[in-house]
């Protein structure tokens, strides 16, 4: 069945240091894949997606991520993280760029000053 | 870029009555949407998937008679929850999809009391 699992419930990150948030997934073909952030009673923003091509991907407020087929996964990245990051993250895998999502339970990111 | 908007935002029912959400492509044509809930610091569950002038497909284990979803138009859906109970209290988003991506609207949060 297809899945995707982040390891991850909460993270905590002092501010400017590095952050990586871990995605597995389990999908039968090449999957489409998504990271969303989620701001507490808001909707969610795209922060970057992945369909093929250059397995590292670049998405907005300086965030990236890196597909590893071989180890299934995609996980999240961002050199220097600022205290507005502290937000709800979401990885999702799709059969297609317009389809259902099914997305892992997040992961929840706090940033000390 | 597309913008989904859904409204109410916040709407507070008394138990067992019913309310309407609605979900609404505001920049292009929606073949389809799809209703996601989301319980507290949960990750995101598709509901159904909504096409245009065609009835919904429901998500195993959702009630369709209790979650009435319209498709009337390329850019309108609406969830009815009808005969509301305290347990459907919750987090609706939707996301309407054109030819190649998915967009999330702001979400609506029910409150049943």
């Known amino acids: 069945a297809q899945s995707v699992t982040q390891p991850d419930i909460h993270i905590t990150v002092s501010e400017g240091a590095s952050l990586e948030l871990r995605c597995n997934y389990s999908?039968?073909?090449?999957?489409?894949l998504f990271w969303y952030v989620q701001s507490p009673g808001q909707g969610l923003q795209l922060l970057l997606k992945y369909f093929s091509g250059d397995t590292l991907v670049q998405g907005i407020k300086g965030f990236e991520a890196e597909f590893k087929r071989s180890q299934s996964s995609f996980n999240l990245r961002k050199p220097s993280v600022h205290w507005s990051d502290a937000a709800e993250y979401f990885c999702a895998v799709g059969e297609q760029a317009g389809t259902a999502l099914i997305f892992g339970k997040g992961t929840t990111l706090s940033v000390s000053s | 870029g597309a913008v989904v908007s859904q409204h109410p935002s916040w709407v507070i029912c008394k138990s067992g009555t019913s309310v309407k959400i609605e979900c609404r492509s505001l920049d292009f044509q929606a073949t389809t949407m799809f209703w996601y809930r989301q319980f507290p610091k949960q990750s995101l569950m598709l509901m159904a998937t909504s096409n245009e002038g065609s009835k919904a497909t429901y998500e195993q284990g959702v009630e369709k008679d209790k979650f009435l979803i319209n498709h009337a138009s390329l850019t309108l859906s609406t969830l009815t929850v009808t005969s509301a109970h305290p347990e459907d209290s919750s987090f609706y988003i939707c996301s309407a999809r054109d030819l190649y991506e998915q967009y999330f609207g702001p979400g609506t949060r029910l409150t049943v009391t």
């Open positions: 999908y039968g073909a090449t999957p489409y």
